[in-house]
C-alpha cells in the first residue's frame, strides 16, 4: 500500500483543515487506518484510527472533541477533519494503514507526513 497525505497547511488558531490520505496499490478497503502526528522535539502519536468499513473509529483523549476520522472506500480515501486548531497541533502528520481490517496498535505502510502549523 502506498499513501500519499496532504491538506496540511499554515492556518491561524480557531481554523480548520482537512487532512486527506490517498492510498494505491493492494485493496485499501481491507485496511484499517490511522492518523498520527509528530510535533518538534515530540515523539510521533496516534491520534485517530478507523476500521475497514468506517463503522468504528478510536481517538485519544485529546483528539475527542475537535478531530473526526472518516473514510471514502469508494476513493481510496482517508480522512482526518480538525477544528478548532491550536499551535499545540502544529506538527507533522502521518496517516497509515494496517495490514488488518480491524483498529489495532501496529501499522504497516506510513505516508510521507503533511506539515500542519497553527499560529497563535
Known amino acids: 500500500v502506498q499513501l500519499q497525505a496532504s491538506g496540511g497547511g499554515l492556518v491561524q488558531a480557531g481554523d480548520s483543515l482537512r487532512l486527506s490520505c490517498v492510498a494505491s496499490?493492494?485493496?485499501?478497503?481491507?485496511?484499517?487506518m490511522g492518523w498520527f502526528r509528530q510535533a518538534p522535539g515530540k515523539e510521533r502519536e496516534l491520534v485517530a484510527a478507523?476500521?475497514?468499513?468506517?463503522?468504528?473509529?478510536y481517538y485519544v483523549d485529546f483528539a475527542k472533541v475537535r478531530l473526526t476520522i472518516s473514510r471514502d472506500n469508494a476513493k481510496n480515501t482517508v480522512y482526518l477533519q480538525m477544528n478548532s486548531l491550536k499551535p499545540e497541533d502544529t506538527a507533522v502528520y502521518y496517516c497509515?494503514?494496517?495490514?488488518?481490517?480491524?483498529?489495532?496498535?501496529?501499522?504497516?505502510?506510513w505516508g510521507q507526513g503533511t506539515l500542519v502549523t497553527v499560529s497563535s
Open positions: 497509515a494503514a494496517r495490514g488488518d481490517d480491524e483498529i489495532g496498535p501496529t501499522y504497516d505502510y
Open positions: 496499490g493492494r485493496t485499501f478497503r481491507s485496511n484499517a
Open positions: 478507523i476500521d475497514w468499513s468506517g463503522r468504528t473509529a
